[in-house]
C-alpha cells in the first residue's frame, strides 16, 4: 500500500488565488514528519513546511499552509495568492519514527501546478 | 543558511568511465543522504550517512559507490554505468535522521550515460 497518496497529477490555478494540494498518508507510527517540497523545472527541492505528528497546531510559513487532519491522515498543503513563480512539481512527503527506517523520506507521486497569469 | 551545494550542476559520461559527484554542507548536519530521480518521478533514496557512517545502502548496485570523507562532504563514485542510469542525483542533509528533521537538498546534478 502507498504511504503517501497525493491523488492530483496536474492542477491549474489562476494567478492571485488560493490552491490546494491534497496528500494523504498511511502510518501506524504515532511519531512521523510530513513535508512538502516544490521542485522547479529547474531540479532543485526546496523545502516549503514542516508538520510534526504531535504539533496540535496547523504549520504555516508565508503563503504556504498546512491543512493537518490526523483522524482523515491527510495533510493537505494550501498556497495563498497564487504567483507565477509558483509553478512546479509539489511533493508530499513523511518521515516515520527512528525504528529500521531511520527516518527516511518517503516522497508521494507529485503533483504539477501550474499558474496561469 | 540552509544552503547544500553539489558538483557538477551537469554531467555526461560514457559507460567506461569513472566520475565523481560531490555534496558539501556547512550547516553541521550529521546526517546525509544521495537519491536519484528520474524524469516525472518522486526522488528514490540510495544511501544514507550518518555520523560519517553507512547506514543505509537501498540495494544499490556496486557501480554506485558512496564515500563520506568528513562530516561536511558526501561523495559518490561513479565506474561503469548503465544509459538507464541517466537521471537527476540529489544530495541531501539533515542534522540528524529522525521522523521530526528535515532534509535540505542541493541543486542536483544531472547525469546523463552514453
Known amino acids: 500500500a502507498q504511504k503517501i497518496t497525493q491523488t492530483q497529477p496536474g492542477m491549474f490555478v489562476q494567478e492571485k488565488e488560493a490552491v490546494t494540494l491534497d496528500c494523504t498518508y498511511d502510518?501506524?507510527?504515532?511519531?512521523?514528519?510530513l513535508f512538502w517540497y516544490k521542485q522547479p523545472s529547474s531540479g532543485e527541492m526546496i523545502f516549503l513546511i514542516y508538520?510534526?505528528?504531535?504539533?496540535?497546531q496547523n504549520a504555516t510559513e508565508g503563503r504556504y499552509s498546512l491543512n493537518f487532519q490526523k483522524a482523515r491522515k491527510s495533510a493537505n498543503l494550501v498556497i495563498s495568492a497564487s504567483q507565477l513563480g509558483d509553478s512546479a512539481m509539489y511533493f508530499c512527503?513523511?518521515?516515520?519514527?527512528?525504528?529500521?527506517?531511520?527516518?527516511?523520506?518517503?516522497f508521494g507521486k507529485g503533483t504539477k501546478l501550474s499558474v496561469k497569469p | 543558511d540552509t544552503e547544500v551545494t553539489q558538483t557538477p550542476k551537469h554531467l555526461v559520461m560514457g559507460m567506461t568511465n569513472k566520475k565523481s559527484l560531490k555534496c558539501e554542507q556547512h550547516?553541521?548536519?550529521?546526517?546525509m543522504y544521495w537519491y536519484k530521480q528520474k524524469a516525472k518521478k518522486p526522488p528514490e533514496l540510495m544511501f544514507v550517512?550518518?555520523?560519517?557512517?553507512?547506514?543505509i545502502n537501498e540495494s544499490v548496485p556496486s557501480r554506485f559507490s558512496p564515500e563520506c570523507p568528513n562530516s561536511s562532504l558526501l561523495n559518490l563514485h561513479l565506474h561503469a554505468l548503465q544509459p538507464e542510469d541517466s537521471a537527476l542525483y540529489l544530495c541531501?542533509?539533515?542534522?540528524?535522521?529522525?521522523?521530526?528533521?528535515?532534509?535540505?537538498f542541493g541543486p542536483g546534478t544531472r547525469l546523463l550515460v552514453l
Open positions: 541531501a542533509s539533515s542534522l540528524r535522521t529522525g521522523p521530526q528533521e528535515t532534509q535540505y
Open positions: 502510518t501506524s507510527d504515532p511519531s512521523y514528519g
Open positions: 508538520q510534526g505528528s504531535y504539533d496540535q
Open positions: 512527503a513523511m518521515r516515520e519514527g527512528y525504528g529500521g527506517s531511520q527516518g527516511n523520506l518517503i
Open positions: 550547516m553541521g548536519h550529521r546526517a
Open positions: 550517512y550518518s555520523y560519517e557512517k553507512l547506514s
